[in-house]
């Protein structure tokens, strides 16, 4: 019996203790933390440190809209006619029939100064890179064809060894018929050209960015020629010597004609930001065209003789000033 109550009594003594254990628990673990949250917190109050997002870089507008204006020099510029002949059934001459061309000193071209107004679209790739495509028109420009020439009126005369002389004609052989001819052409010459350009800033400091570029394309040109002779006949012999002149021949031709070139052009120049949207641009500007040309059939309907005439127009290189404003889309 006393051994029994010893063991009752230690069993209720272990039991005890594990009702006392398992009370403590829950304020144990309440205060772990002083009391500031469950076990998986832990840890304890200290703040966790978060990655800084990592910054969206900002870009700057890539589209640009421009129009620029400008006016240039030409160097000199070769123009010439070639196909004109004059004098067909007379000789300028004693000895037979020598029909003439148009004289180098009858031609006159004006091809001194051009002004050019244009738009185009561009991009910009980077910070110093960009490129656009331009359109652009050029004033109008013309050769010209004035002359007159004089020389005694010849035909068929079997009294000469080659069968030509002086007709009509007094009777020691001397002519007394002149024949005057009075030559009037004009040629003129519309461009629109077309560039595709690239440029490279070469820095920017306080607003203004100078840079350097190029530029290829095509040159569309529309020419058109008037062309009128008008042939007279006058009296040598008559006082004032003569003083009344007869239409022998009149005939006119009228042509017009499109065609392509090459174009190219050199640029140095200035760009000043004025805001975010707007820039000025001021800029020196070689610019290279092709030449071109235009051959008109021109017939005589007195002697049925049709010339070829072929008006051509040199290459031209031009040098600009220019000023324009350059537009940035967002």
Known sequence: MTLELKVGKLTAAVFGLALLAGASVPATAADWNNGSGNFKDIRGSAAV???????IPVSGPNFYFRFDAGIGVVDSVDASE??????VLDSPGDTGPQPFGTRSSWLNSDFDTFASIGAGVGYSWSDRFR???TLEVRSKADVSINGTERYVEHGADPFYLDGYGPSPQDGTGVGTSQVNIYARDLTKLRSVFSLVNAYYDLGKSH???????GGIGVAYHELTRNHSTRETTCDLTSVPVC???IQRTQYTAVDKKN???LAAALTAGVS???????????NYRYLYIDGTDITTAITDPRTNHTSF???SIGDTSEHQLRAGLRFNIH
């Not at 607003?207 to 570029?213: D, E, I, K, T």
């Open 49 to 55: 440190p978060v990655p800084a997002p990592t910054p």
């Open 82 to 87: 070639r196909g004109l002949t004059f004098g």
């Open 131 to 133: 490129t656009d495509v």
């Open 207 to 213: 607003g203004f960015s100078p840079y350097v570029g």
């Open 243 to 245: 003083n009344a002149e």
């Open 259 to 261: 065609a392509f070139s």
């Open 272 to 282: 000043y930001s004025v805001s975010e949207i707007t820039t000025l641009d001021f």
């Open 309 to 311: 005439s072929k008006v």
